[in-house]
Every structure is written in structure tokens, then in C-alpha cells.
């Protein structure tokens, strides 16, 4: 695990993560504008912080938390700078909750649960997925709903990029998937992506628009 921290907050001590990208992920900002997102809410795997950010702006209870030190330090920077002082972060382990009582404690539960660009890291690594989503059903009340955006395989592009198979197959037991669908995923190109966007359209300020999808998960 100390490796896997490493490696995260070295993408945040370098700016090269390609998820950075200055603004919340506009399909996030859509759930908000249509009620999506209510009662407590846990940005999980927050990064950058924007998403945190731009909830709590908009009133909402919300906590950020990320494995890095890096990025949650990233993160309160980046509310400062925008204004929004009291947009909290925390450093968890979103795989260790499910199997730590004390670290689930020290967290709560939530009604809300968001997860711009996290799920899908873990399409290759079945043990890790499974241990995942267990964390999410340990954070979230019963009826509690999950958001999730993940990278979609429909087209080749950066990233770890998943099929809605893997989706419906993770979320099984315990959950009720209501809804799943395409959606958009805004990122940037860095050097940890330079060589992966062939085909895709590149934006004069490096930003690249590519297929992702939205899920909408409840607890049972």
C-alpha cells in the first residue's frame, strides 16, 4: 500500500494527474442541479477536490477523502483559492473500510456517495473491486445512493477504461443498479497520457472529452 501511495502523490507533487483538470466533471454537476445528490454526502477517491468544492458551495454536507496526502493537501489549497474555505478533506483508504471497523467509524456513513474516476481502477483487479465495493456498502445507510463515473471501453483513449459488464457484475448482492448510461469524462493531457490519445480530439489547452458511464446505485 505504501507504493500505491507513492505513486499517487507523486502524480499530484509533479501536476501530471490527467484527472486535474480545474473544474468539477460536468456530469457530477448535472446530478446536483437535478437533486441527485441529498443528506450527507462522501466524495470518495476526491483527488483535486472539485467536486467536494463545488457541493459544499452549493450548501451540501459533504466530505472529500483520498489515499494521498498529496492530493488532499492539493485539495484544501484549491478550496481556499476558491473561496471555499470550508470544503473538507480527509486521507482514507477506500479499500481498507470494509475490513477496518475503526477506519469505517472514523468516517460515518452517508446518503450520497460520489465517484468521479475511482471504481475503475480497480476493472482489472477483481480481489481489489470486490474489497471496494464492500467499503461503499459499509459507508453507505441503507437506501443511500452511489454515483458513479468511470472511463467506458465504447472508445480507446487514456486511462483505465471498463465495460458496463464489469459494473453490473460488481454490484450485485446488496445493491440495486438504477440506472447506468453514457455519459462524458473531461480530462487533460499530461505526460503520463501524451501517448494514449491517439484519435481523440485534443483541445488547444490539452483537454480531451471522452466516453465514460453514469451509474446511479442504491444501497440495499
Known amino acids: 500500500m505504501t507504493e500505491a501511495v507513492e505513486r499517487w502523490n507523486q502524480v499530484y507533487d509533479d501536476d501530471t494527474a490527467p484527472w486535474v483538470i480545474g473544474e468539477p466533471q460536468a456530469a457530477i454537476l448535472e446530478l446536483e442541479r437535478a ?3 441529498r443528506g450527507r454526502v462522501l466524495d470518495i477517491g476526491a483527488g483535486a477536490g472539485e467536486h467536494t468544492i463545488a457541493l459544499t458551495a452549493a450548501g451540501h454536507d459533504v466530505l472529500g477523502v483520498d489515499l494521498s496526502p498529496s492530493a488532499v493537501e492539493y485539495a484544501r489549497r484549491n478550496a481556499a483559492e476558491k473561496g471555499v474555505p470550508g470544503a473538507r478533506f480527509q486521507v482514507a483508504d477506500a479499500l481498507a473500510v470494509g475490513a477496518d471497523p475503526e477506519a469505517a467509524a472514523a468516517l460515518g456513513v452517508f446518503d450520497t456517495v460520489i465517484d468521479s474516476a475511482l471504481f475503475h481502477i480497480f476493472g482489472s483487479e477483481p480481489e481489489n473491486r470486490a474489497q471496494y465495493v464492500r467499503s461503499l456498502h459499509t ?7 452511489v454515483h458513479l463515473l468511470a472511463l467506458s471501453d465504447a472508445e480507446p483513449g ?3 477504461r471498463i465495460s458496463d459488464r464489469i459494473i453490473r457484475e460488481s454490484f450485485g448482492a446488496g445493491w440495486e443498479l438504477e440506472d447506468l448510461g453514457p455519459s462524458r469524462y473531461r480530462g487533460r493531457v499530461t505526460a503520463l497520457t501524451a501517448d494514449k490519445v491517439e484519435g481523440l480530439e485534443v483541445g488547444p489547452d490539452g483537454i480531451v472529452d471522452t466516453t465514460a458511464w453514469l451509474a446511479r446505485i442504491r444501497r440495499i
Open 139 to 145: 459507508l453507505c445507510v441503507p437506501g443511500a445512493t
Open 35 to 37: 437533486g441527485r445528490i
Open 158 to 160: 487514456f486511462g483505465p
